[in-house]
């Protein structure tokens, strides 16, 4: 059952504490530490080429995210890459404005083409961009506005042999085996910066801890922003919550408030 | 009358969820992209000069701030004024500590004298820096601690074709044909870092929705700050308020609270 | 009496409104500026070599955080350090990560080498990397867990020059002359990402006022925090509480709440 897959995936994060690799945008660096830190991991934000190989050797994950991307950073990011390949530890790729500008787009793709074990995080826009015309609907599938993600999303499953998460309203966990479908969440979380990101960051702890589909985090992420938006009077109070909620999120609101299809 | 045109504004605001090219410093990126987020603008927090044109073609303003000025950005930030040029878009001025470094006072003249379409935001001291020796004032004019920065501003107008927002514990807003005061925020307002960031960034959203005086946002800021301030305990609980009430600010708070002259 | 010391200390702080310049780590740039805001100094973040000799010959300390290093800024860091023994300025070194890289080990000691008044702010771990070999305890001091972190402080304290604080659950303030203890703070606070980057902020504006031992700071900061600890319901609200807390910290709540040895 899904459901004690994703609880059990939540003790292994709090058990294990993993360390994560963050190379991240400059808006969501303190947010996404502090989200780490409150679900249960040990965040590590480092940009460095010259301590790369020897942070991914004691690390569980790589988070790639391109949200504020410099072109200085670019060769930093390959190498992460290849160093979380060499040590066999997974990659998430949050593709942050792919389609926006042809610089991350190209860089999206590079980086997804690199990556051993891959796992992709982004908005339905995003993950679109990223598979570009390969994966253009006929048409006749469109009968939701996800459908057009899903179809692209599947394309990145075959192509770079990733796990993908599309991320909005309704967020889709889609691999080779599975499709999911989670409706948690709240409306207010499109007005708070960096929610994907956060969402990236998590998928990066719960890998290292064992979860390389990307359900657990979009699960605990829904359901603590759910229960934050509950508690909130605007999206500036909705961000502690949110860090308050990962911290204090217990197996019965998981289980309890856990929409999964 | 400047109630109705500051309430329209914020509709437009609102309505329209202007993207916003901000280049800006790291200390507030964050807090400025939730500010726009939560007035209902969209906003896009980029800096790789590859990527500037593709963003600019599509953004309604660009917000340049110095705050955490590097050298290596420069040639960015005067190709991304290029850009807004080429496309008839605002160019928002935050001459973050200008006359503290000759780096920055001589930047933000660079960019000032750049931009065909600039609206300046700063506090007196860096206004007064900004016009520099061509706007002293001879003495008789300083009747209050504000006269020698308004001298500065009109100095701003005529040099650089600008308006002018000085913000303080009075805002000043200074254009070619007018002159008007706002009395609104709170004197905890200068325990928070990046207040005058936030307004900056605001008032890029509102000059790519039509108000290219900076008055719109000063006016919504100064309100949303005197309603947070009388929720808040100290600077910490200020900024989570501040970012709820430019969410939640309604037409009749603005229409009780606004003090213009 | 220590605690004299310590109000002494803050009312300097408030009082004076220290400028403190910071060249640290984009993960904890806006929480460490608020910090001082807070405390009742001036901020300036600033990392541009053409600006250091200008910002350091008007400011009153200057912080040296490594937690996102990157071999661009090495030679910043240490011009600015140049600049501030040029200016007969404290110099506080946050050795974030060290240990954890070579790069991070062998910046750290440049640093600690280079300054001539110097106050090192690390945890446990951090002031062991940074003493290495040199300090390796013989097994019979190790009567608890913090006893090798002392033992490589004043090891550091002979070698540099310096006076160490670690923190951690416990406190040690290590100096030529003494060694003090404090046990203020809460089990929330290694949950919230930047806290012993705070607390090196805070050293500088203590620094710049007069205290460079290091006490009044970790002493503010502990009890800030067991205030702050109080008030929350987890890391999210803590943070916001600690800054309400460092604004509003009066002489008898330290009075009270100290715990000093």
Same mark, same amino acid.
């Given at each position: 059952?899904?459901?004690?897959?994703?609880?059990?995936?939540?003790?292994?994060?709090?058990?294990?504490?993993?360390?994560?690799?963050?190379?991240?945008?400059?808006?969501?660096?303190?947010?996404?530490?502090?989200?780490?830190?409150?679900?249960?991991?040990?965040?590590?934000?480092?940009?460095?080429?010259?301590?790369?190989?020897?942070?991914?050797?004691?690390?569980?994950?790589?988070?790639?995210?391109?949200?504020?991307?410099?072109?200085?950073?670019?060769?930093?990011?390959?190498?992460?890459?290849?160093?979380?390949?060499?040590?066999?530890?997974?990659?998430?790729?949050?593709?942050?404005?792919?389609?926006?500008?042809?610089?991350?787009?190209?860089?999206?793709?590079?980086?997804?083409?690199?990556?051993?074990?891959?796992?992709?995080? &982004?908005? /339905?826009? %995003? !993950?679109? #961009?990223?598979?570009?015309?390969?994966?253009?609907?006929?048409?006749?599938?469109?009968? $939701?506005?996800?459908?057009?993600?899903?179809?692209?999303?599947?394309?990145?499953?075959?192509?770079?042999?990733?796990?993908?998460?599309?991320?909005?309203?309704?967020?889709?966990?889609?691999?080779?085996?599975?499709?999911?479908?989670?409706?948690?969440?709240?409306?207010?979380?499109?007005?708070?910066?960096?929610?994907?990101?956060?969402?990236?960051?998590?998928?990066?702890?719960?890998?290292?801890?064992?979860?390389?589909?990307?359900?657990?985090?979009?699960?605990?992420? &829904?359901? /603590?922003? %759910? !229960?934050? #938006?509950?508690?909130?009077?605007?999206?500036?109070?909705?961000?502690?919550?949110?860090? $308050?909620?990962?911290?204090?999120?217990?197996?019965?609101?998981?289980?309890?408030?856990?929409?999964?299809?």
């Amino acid at each position: 059952m899904k459901l004690d897959v994703i609880i059990n995936a939540l003790g292994q994060v709090r058990e294990q504490k993993p360390l994560v690799v963050n190379i991240t945008n400059y808006v969501v660096m303190n947010n996404t530490a502090n989200a780490l830190l409150a679900v249960g991991a040990s965040p590590i934000m480092a940009h460095s080429k010259e301590e790369m190989a020897e942070m991914m050797s004691f690390s569980g994950a790589l988070v790639i995210n391109i949200g504020t991307l410099d072109s200085v950073w670019i060769p930093r990011m390959l190498f992460a890459v290849e160093r979380a390949n060499a040590n066999k530890k997974p990659v998430i790729l949050d593709p942050v404005g792919c389609g926006a500008s042809t610089l991350r787009t190209e860089t999206s793709r590079d980086i997804a083409r690199l990556a051993d074990s891959l796992i992709i995080r &982004g908005n /339905a826009s %995003e !993950i679109m #961009a990223l598979a570009g015309e390969n994966a253009q609907t006929k048409g006749v599938d469109a009968q $939701d506005s996800s459908s057009d993600a899903i179809v692209a999303a599947r394309f990145l499953v075959s192509e770079y042999g990733a796990n993908v998460v599309i991320s909005g309203e309704t967020d889709h966990i889609v691999t080779a085996d599975d499709q999911i479908t989670l409706s948690n969440g709240d409306a207010i979380m499109p007005y708070v910066t960096g929610m994907g990101c956060t969402l990236s960051a998590l998928t990066g702890a719960f890998a290292a801890a064992g979860d390389h589909t990307g359900l657990a985090a979009a699960a605990v992420m &829904g359901v /603590a922003g %759910e !229960i934050a #938006a509950e508690k909130s009077q605007g999206p500036g109070s909705f961000q502690l919550q949110l860090t $308050d909620g990962l911290y204090n999120l217990t197996d019965d609101e998981l289980a309890k408030r856990l929409k999964i299809a």
